[in-house]
């Protein structure tokens, strides 16, 4: 989900600039288009900040790899210090 958030950042000013390239032919755009590009990225942004904080680590543990324990694959996880 991540990835998906930071892809529509990367890709909003260029739909952005589409839509604004096509409605220079109309005369400009409106300011409705203005307000919604500008909520559309504090959202993105918004959302990118929440989900970074959501997949981040307690600051008060250790990340330990994925290993193998008696034949069995042991995936990774955290452990308190």
Do not use: C, K
């Not at 942004?45 to 997949?55: C, F, V, Y």
């Not at 600051?59 to 034949?71: F, K, L, Q, R, V």
């Amino acid at each position: 989900m991540l990835r998906l958030v930071e892809i529509a950042l990367f890709l909003s000013p260029f739909v952005v600039f589409a839509a604004w390239r096509f409605m220079a032919m109309e005369g400009g755009p409106s300011l409705r288009l203005l307000v919604a590009s500008a909520g559309l990225v504090i959202a993105l942004i918004g959302a990118l900040a929440w989900l970074s904080q959501r997949e981040a680590l307690p600051p008060d543990t250790i990340y330990e790899p994925a290993h193998m324990e008696n034949g069995q694959l042991i995936p990774g996880h955290t452990v308190p210090r």
